[in-house]
């Protein structure tokens, strides 16, 4: 058993158990943003919480999800574990960005990543309106204009994105961490 799941070991569980590109650049923009928002939350633990955001959806390509909703997220905490990584914080954070797996998203971290995950889609879905459909050239009042535009990216859970204003980070400053965050990775995520 480790004592911590590094980066590199992260990287390449996310890779063995997930292979669709979109998948793992999603991995990669929420890893990012969580490492944003871990700077002005939690500074030192920048890498615990990457490392969590890098994990959330371990279990994309092998969980029941499209069926059990609920199995989405308790199968990535399996997966740590079975993999000899017992991180029981790392697992309930994991939970809890499903809330239909019964895990109720209740500490800065667990909530911070239930909102990292959807406005990681979110700014990509805005990026690619822009005729460059690149991540630096989008501005933030496009992503709050386009956030109150139900319609625009319906998939993307704007009350999870709101809840960070739970943990006292404002959502215009939500927005600001996400798009610093996924500007320094943009090559990595194709924006």
């Known amino acids: 058993m480790s004592e911590h799941i590094t980066r590199e070991q992260a990287n390449e569980l996310l890779h063995k158990y997930v292979k669709g590109e979109n998948y793992i650049t999603h991995s990669y923009a929420v890893e990012a943003i969580m490492r944003g928002l871990a700077k002005k939350l939690a500074p030192d633990e920048i890498e615990f919480w990457g490392i969590c955001g890098l994990l959330h959806d371990l279990d994309e390509e092998t969980a029941d999800w499209r069926t059990d909703m609920s199995t989405h997220g308790p199968v990535s905490a399996q997966i ?63 992503v709050n204009k386009r956030f109150k535009e139900t319609r625009f990216a319906a998939g993307a859970n704007r009350q999870y994105m709101a809840a960070i204003e739970e943990i006292g980070v404002s959502f215009d400053e939500f927005i600001d961490i996400s798009l610093e965050a996924m500007r320094e990775i943009a090559d990595e995520i194709g924006l």
């Open 80 to 142: 740590l574990k079975d993999e000899g990584y017992d991180e029981p914080v790392m697992a309930q954070a994991i939970c809890a960005h499903n809330p239909e797996s019964g895990v109720v998203a209740k500490s800065t971290l667990e909530i911070a990543l239930l909102a990292a995950d959807p406005m990681s889609g979110f700014c990509k879905a805005v990026a690619q309106i822009y005729p460059d459909k690149k991540i630096a050239s989008v501005k933030h009042k496009s």
